[in-house]
Nanobody
Framework: QVQLVESGGGLVQPGGSLRLSCAAS????????MGWYRQAPGKQREAVAM???????YYLDSVKGRFTISRDNDLYTVHLQMASLKPEDTAVYYC??????????????WGPGAEVTVSS
């Protein structure tokens, strides 16, 4: 099993910055993808930023240039630095990890979610 512990989030004014962190522990395959999804009220959950074990990254078009995903040297803690936040970034942000351990489909794990509210 894999456990994901999130931290960060909160209330910030438009144009402000926030940082989310997620620490993963447990039986994680050498090949994995880890990152963040978000879900705003009344909308579908969407992938925001992901990073693979090899360091490849993905960003949702609407956050490119504003959000940066990074990870610690332990490889299993990722951070999402969010800058120039907009009201439309308001959502619950979920940490996600997909562990490619040979099983089909590969197991994926979710954190409990961290609220991010961008409002003046």
């Amino acid at each position: 099993q894999v456990q994901l512990v999130e931290s960060g989030g909160g209330l910030v004014q438009p144009g402000g910055s926030l940082r989310l962190s997620c620490a993963a522990s447990g039986e994680i395959a050498k090949i994995y993808v880890m990152g963040w999804y978000r879900q705003a009220p009344g909308k579908q959950r969407e992938a925001v930023a992901m990073i693979s074990n090899g360091g490849r990254t993905y960003y949702l078009d609407s956050v490119k240039g504003r959000f940066t995903i990074s990870r610690d040297n332990d490889l299993y803690t990722v951070h999402l630095q969010m800058a120039s936040l907009k009201p439309e970034d308001t959502a619950v942000y979920y940490c996600n990890l997909v562990s490619y351990n040979g099983r089909e489909p590969p197991p994926d794990y979710w954190g409990p979610g961290a609220e991010v509210t961008v409002s003046s």
